[in-house]
């Protein structure tokens, strides 16, 4: 997007005065909270599907719901960016956050609590791209990686210690009080933020192209619910798949078309101009892939094929994120000394060689062998997310900050959506090919050996996306970035 300030005018716009590590707690206060609600509910689902006497697909809409949201809103986050200031935003954001979580809490039908799921997703929706944002315009190149990787143990750290905590919660409280614990911390974050948030970008209200708002929703909109829906049912045979990953793949392009036409776009597409931004968003895409997959596949394979608990899947998965969140700000400040290129393709080897791993899974697996694994799968993960996305913002000069970091946030819940229904849809061709083949398709011991081998199966999918990964991050070079930039 077209951003009318000059790089003069930023710098004219003194950020001395700012108190950086104020408005950066108050962002990562914030994201934990709205990142851990986001994925301890999915411990809930069980709970949910008995509470309400809904069906296990009716119940996946509280995932394809939120998902769904964050693909419509997130593009234009770059227009609603030039629109308010970073108050404004942060604060609307906070509020819209606590109304949902409130909703979520009292919700007495299955349809309230998807309203208020939405409602969540938008204020995910602002905060993200606002937080990436706010960081690249007031941290020095030298010190983002740093930065960065802080944010990455938010990121990271609040969807792992989300299944755990819910599954404590859930051992003695119902799933209500899910929603009721993460509400008095949203409260306490908005007051944080409503002392210590400043104004780090003037708004120029650039003009609002209707248009392309529909064209970016029906793109984006609909390839998430295709490929989220995908995973469920029938399907890739189900016509409102293909009917909605068509839609979106049509508008899409149409889309694309209309912001290069445009004098002043809404999404400013001259980014992919910037061969480093280009690269670090394909790894960050394959890295997102690869992880989100993954994070299906485990907790399935842990409670199917190995019976274990929710409770004990999601412990066994706690000490990876949190070793990943830990690690985070290690690797920013590694990034910062040496570059992302030797970072990146250590973190590629590890990533492959783990899915390589994974595929050697068996009934009899020992639970040591997966959390070993995992650990390090998400060590490599901490090496290339971090390092690829700073590096390729760090080469986009300031007026497109907020194209940038739209496009990034947007392409990671897609590429999310489309690696998780891949790797259910091979999940599920496998089990049935192995069904085919057996003569007693009724034993119990041959479901779950079919089970299995559609998991090892579909880890050759995350196989093939590290490799990919690795020969990319060949051509990753360091952005210098001159002072002041």
Same mark, same amino acid.
């Given at each position: 997007?077209?951003?009318?300030?000059?790089?003069?005018?930023?710098?004219?716009?003194?950020?001395?005065?700012?108190?950086?590590?104020?408005?950066?707690?108050?962002?990562?206060?914030?994201? $934990?909270?709205?990142?851990?609600?986001?994925?301890?509910?999915?411990?809930?689902?069980?709970?949910?599907?008995?509470?309400?006497?809904?069906?296990?697909?009716?119940?996946?809409?509280?995932?394809?719901?939120?998902?769904?949201?964050?693909?419509?809103?997130?593009?234009?986050?770059?227009?609603?960016?030039?629109?308010?200031?970073?108050?404004?935003?942060?604060?609307? %954001?906070?509020?819209?956050?606590?109304?949902?979580?409130?909703?979520?809490?009292?919700?007495?039908?299955?349809?309230?609590?998807?309203?208020?799921?939405?409602?969540?997703?938008?204020?995910?929706?602002?905060?993200?791209?606002?937080?990436?944002?706010?960081?690249?315009?007031?941290?020095?190149?030298?010190?983002?990686?740093?930065?960065?990787?802080?944010?990455?143990?938010?990121?990271?750290?609040?969807?792992?210690?989300?299944?755990?905590?819910? +599954?404590?919660?859930? @051992?003695?409280?119902?799933?209500?009080?899910?929603?009721?614990?993460?509400?008095?911390?949203?409260?306490?974050?908005?007051?944080? +933020?409503?002392?210590?948030?400043?104004?780090?970008?003037?708004?120029?209200?650039?003009?609002?192209?209707?248009?392309?708002?529909?064209?970016?929703?029906?793109?984006?909109?609909?390839?998430?619910?295709?490929? %989220?829906?995908?995973?469920?049912?029938?399907?890739?045979?189900?016509?409102?798949?293909?009917?909605?990953?068509?839609?979106?793949?049509?508008?899409?392009?149409?889309?694309?078309?209309?912001?290069?036409?445009?004098?002043?776009?809404?999404?400013?597409?001259?980014?992919?101009?910037?061969?480093?931004?280009?690269?670090?968003?394909?790894?960050?895409?394959?890295?997102?892939?690869?992880?989100?997959?993954?994070?299906?596949?485990?907790?399935?394979?842990?409670?199917?094929?190995?019976?274990?608990? /929710?409770?004990?899947?999601?412990?066994?998965?706690?000490?990876?994120?949190?070793?990943?969140?830990?690690?985070?700000?290690? =690797?920013?400040?590694?990034?910062?000394? $040496?570059?992302? @290129?030797?970072?990146?393709?250590?973190?590629?080897?590890?990533?492959?060689?783990? =899915?390589?791993?994974?595929?050697?899974?068996?009934?009899? /697996?020992?639970?040591?062998?997966?959390?070993?694994?995992?650990?390090?799968?998400?060590?490599?993960?901490?090496?290339?997310? =971090?390092?690829?996305?700073?590096?390729?913002?760090?080469?986009?000069?300031?007026?497109?900050?907020?194209?940038?970091?739209?496009?990034?946030?947007?392409?990671?819940?897609?590429? +999310?959506?489309?690696?998780?229904?891949?790797?259910?849809?091979?999940?599920?061709?496998?089990?049935?090919?192995?069904?085919?083949?057996?003569?007693?398709?009724?034993?119990?011991?041959?479901?779950?050996?079919?089970?299995?081998?559609?998991?090892?199966?579909?880890?050759?999918?995350?196989?093939?996306?590290?490799?990919?990964?690795?020969?990319?991050? $060949?051509?990753?070079?360091?952005?210098?970035?001159?002072?002041?930039?």
């Amino acid at each position: 997007m077209q951003v009318e300030t000059s790089a003069a005018m930023d710098k004219e716009n003194n950020l001395e005065h700012i108190r950086t590590i104020p408005v950066i707690v108050s962002f990562v206060i914030a994201g $934990f909270i709205g990142l851990f609600s986001e994925t301890a509910l999915n411990m809930a689902l069980n709970n949910l599907i008995t509470s309400f006497g809904i069906h296990e697909t009716t119940a996946q809409w509280l995932t394809t719901g939120y998902l769904l949201t964050l693909g419509i809103l997130v593009p234009i986050s770059g227009l609603i960016l030039q629109w308010f200031t970073t108050r404004q935003l942060f604060i609307t %954001s906070l509020i819209v956050s606590i109304i949902g979580t409130f909703l979520a809490a009292i919700a007495p039908t299955f349809s309230v609590l998807l309203i208020a799921r939405v409602v969540q997703a938008i204020g995910t929706a602002l905060l993200l791209p606002l937080m990436f944002n706010t960081i690249l315009m007031i941290v020095p190149p030298q010190n983002r990686g740093k930065i960065m990787g802080v944010i990455g143990l938010v990121i990271m750290f609040a969807p792992a210690v989300g299944p755990t905590l819910s +599954g404590l919660i859930l @051992k003695s409280l119902s799933w209500h009080w899910i929603f009721w614990i993460s509400l008095p911390l949203l409260i306490g974050a908005l007051i944080y +933020g409503m002392y210590f948030m400043q104004n780090v970008t003037t708004p120029t209200k650039p003009k609002i192209d209707i248009v392309s708002i529909i064209l970016s929703t029906l793109g984006f909109g609909g390839i998430v619910y295709g490929f %989220s829906s995908a995973g469920e049912g029938d399907g890739w045979s189900n016509p409102i798949v293909i009917v909605s990953i068509a839609v979106g793949i049509v508008s899409l392009i149409l889309f694309s078309l209309r912001q290069i036409k445009m004098e002043k776009p809404m999404l400013n597409l001259s980014v992919f101009k910037y061969p480093m931004f280009t690269l670090g968003l394909v790894m960050i895409i394959i890295a997102m892939m690869t992880i989100l997959s993954s994070m299906i596949l485990l907790p399935l394979y842990l409670q199917t094929s190995l019976a274990l608990s /929710t409770f004990a899947a999601g412990l066994l998965l706690l000490p990876g994120g949190v070793i990943n969140g830990l690690l985070s700000p290690v =690797m920013g400040g590694l990034f910062d000394r $040496f570059g992302p @290129k030797w970072l990146v393709i250590i973190g590629f080897v590890i990533i492959t060689g783990t =899915m390589f791993g994974f595929t050697s899974i068996t009934m009899e /697996t020992s639970s040591a062998f997966i959390v070993g694994m995992h650990i390090f799968m998400m060590i490599g993960v901490s090496m290339v997310m =971090m390092p690829a996305q700073t590096n390729g913002l760090n080469q986009l000069p300031r007026e497109l900050y907020p194209d940038g970091t739209a496009i990034m946030n947007t392409l990671q819940q897609v590429s +999310g959506a489309i690696g998780t229904a891949v790797a259910i849809s091979i999940l599920s061709s496998s089990s049935k090919k192995y069904m085919s083949g057996v003569t007693d398709p009724e034993n119990p011991i041959n479901q779950l050996l079919a089970f299995t081998e559609g998991v090892k199966n579909a880890f050759v999918f995350a196989i093939i996306l590290g490799v990919i990964g690795l020969g990319l991050s $060949f051509f990753l070079k360091r952005v210098v970035v001159k002072q002041g930039e």
